[in-house]
């Protein structure tokens, strides 16, 4: 069972790695085993590229400390209903030509209690992008045991709800909702036999002893997580953390190896904050045991690194997309091979 203690000393690991000292003995064998458990669980070279879509932004009666979405700030975001079926089967086939295998749909809901319609909707539009060839994954708030099954019937392959942070330091970021309410949607999603995904965010004000917290809980979860996002956050005007500092790479690339160690099977996103770093520090996350990120201008309502941009990294990286994983579709398959021999 992975402890606090030993998470902490992977953590102070990982740090001496990426720090002046890394030719200490912590350093190289942080170095050794960084490199070992990423090539056994992945292609050291293929990054999964996903898009994100804002499918209904803003007007969240949420009040997360980070998020341009709530309707507690004023941050210039405006609200919008649920974008229409073509509108959104559109913005797919663009990310599809553009390289990306996942396409996911972020809703600005607390939960989809109440919204059968939206959600019908919703369940259409995993049907038809899983149609195109292309994974799927959705973000809607909370969601009950029911309609996590819904959704699995619909072709949904992977469900993000971020736990953001530790426990202890949760109630100063979000009180709207608990951290218990988050573990049981995973635990809603997990039982309905769909990916789950979920990761947290770093420069909320938290301590070292949070992120490991955090990283703590998802490790210990019933199954790691088949993605974890690790965000940094991005500071916007009118919220309460709109005067945080930035994140240095440092921080995120201590995140990010540790992550890798600790769940190894386990999809590590360079996630949101991406776009303020350059070419050689996003390398530098790629090492340290990053797979997937997301492409295209937009994260939700935030920036993000732009398509041609991140073209050219992979070409100067020799970094090769991931394929999309069907992996339902391949048991359906071997087991029609196993029954017909």
């Given at each position: 069972?992975?402890?606090?203690?030993?998470?902490?000393?992977?953590?102070?690991?990982?740090?001496?790695?990426?720090?002046?000292?890394?030719?200490?003995?912590?350093?190289?064998?942080?170095?050794?085993?960084?490199?070992?458990?990423?090539?056994?669980?992945?292609?050291?070279?293929?990054?999964?590229?996903?898009?994100?879509?804002?499918?209904?932004?803003?007007?969240?009666?949420?009040?997360?400390?980070?998020?341009?979405?709530?309707?507690?700030?004023?941050?210039?975001?405006?609200?919008?209903?649920?974008?229409?079926?073509?509108?959104?089967?559109?913005?797919?086939?663009?990310?599809?030509?553009?390289?990306?295998?996942?396409?996911?749909?972020?809703?600005?809901?607390?939960?989809?209690?109440?919204?059968?319609?939206?959600?019908?909707?919703?369940?259409?539009?995993?049907?038809?992008?899983?149609?195109?060839?292309?994974?799927?994954?959705?973000?809607?708030?909370?969601?009950?045991?029911?309609?996590?099954?819904?959704?699995?019937?619909?072709?949904?392959?992977?469900?993000?709800?971020?736990?953001?942070?530790?426990?202890?330091?949760?109630?100063?970021?979000?009180?709207?909702?608990?951290?218990?309410?988050?573990?049981?949607?995973?635990?809603?999603?997990?039982?309905?036999?769909?990916n789950v995904c979920?990761?947290?965010?770093?420069?909320?004000?938290?301590?070292?002893?949070?992120?490991?917290?955090?990283?703590?809980?998802?490790?210990?979860?019933?199954?790691?997580?088949?993605?974890?996002?690790?965000?940094?956050?991005?500071?916007?005007?009118g919220t309460p953390?709109?005067?945080?500092?930035?994140?240095?790479?440092?921080?995120?690339?201590?995140?990010?190896?540790?992550?890798?160690?600790?769940?190894?099977?386990?999809?590590?996103?360079?996630?949101?904050?991406?776009?303020?770093?350059?070419?050689?520090?996003?390398?530098?996350?790629?090492?340290?045991?990053?797979?997937?990120?997301?492409?295209?201008?937009?994260?939700?309502?935030?920036?993000?690194?732009?398509?041609?941009?991140?073209?050219?990294?992979?070409?100067?990286?020799?970094?090769?997309?991931?394929?999309?994983?069907?992996?339902?579709?391949?048991?359906?398959?071997?087991?029609?091979?196993?029954?017909?021999?």
């Open positions: 069972m992975l402890s606090i203690r030993s998470l902490n000393v992977v953590m102070r690991s990982c740090s001496c790695y990426y720090s002046s000292s890394a030719l200490s003995a912590a350093a190289t064998e942080a170095e050794k085993t960084l490199r070992e458990v990423h090539r056994r669980a992945h292609n050291f070279r293929e990054v999964q590229r996903c898009t994100l879509l804002s499918i209904k932004t803003g007007g969240c009666s949420e009040d997360c400390s980070y998020c341009p979405q709530s309707s507690r700030y004023q941050t210039g975001v405006k609200s919008h209903k649920l974008m229409t079926k073509d509108a959104v089967l559109e913005a797919a086939k663009q990310a599809k030509e553009a390289g990306s295998t996942r396409f996911c749909m972020g809703a600005a809901w607390r939960d989809t209690v109440g919204r059968k319609t939206n959600f019908n909707q919703i369940l259409e539009y995993v049907k038809e992008i899983r149609d195109m060839g292309m994974e799927v994954c959705c973000t809607l708030g909370m969601l009950e045991k029911q309609q996590a099954l819904e959704l699995k019937k619909a072709g949904l392959t992977a469900y993000n709800h971020n736990l953001d942070t530790s426990k202890e330091y949760y109630p100063n970021i979000i009180t709207t909702r608990t951290y218990d309410e988050r573990l049981e949607t995973l635990q809603h999603v997990r039982e309905a036999g769909i979920s990761g947290g965010i770093i420069g909320l004000g938290e301590a070292e002893e949070d992120r490991v917290g955090l990283l703590h809980t998802l490790a210990t979860l019933p199954a790691h997580p088949e993605s974890v996002p690790i965000n940094a956050l991005v500071a916007v005007e953390l709109q005067d945080q500092k930035p994140v240095e790479i440092w921080e995120m690339i201590r995140m990010i190896a540790t992550a890798r160690i600790v769940m190894p099977t386990s999809m590590v996103r360079l996630s949101a904050g991406r776009v303020r770093f350059s070419m050689p520090e996003q390398a530098l996350c790629f090492l340290a045991g990053a797979n997937s990120i997301f492409t295209g201008e937009k994260l939700l309502t935030t920036p993000n690194n732009d398509y041609d941009a991140d073209q050219d990294m992979f070409k100067i990286l020799g970094l090769i997309p991931k394929p999309p994983s069907f992996p339902e579709e391949e048991a359906s398959c071997d087991e029609a091979v196993s029954s017909s021999g």
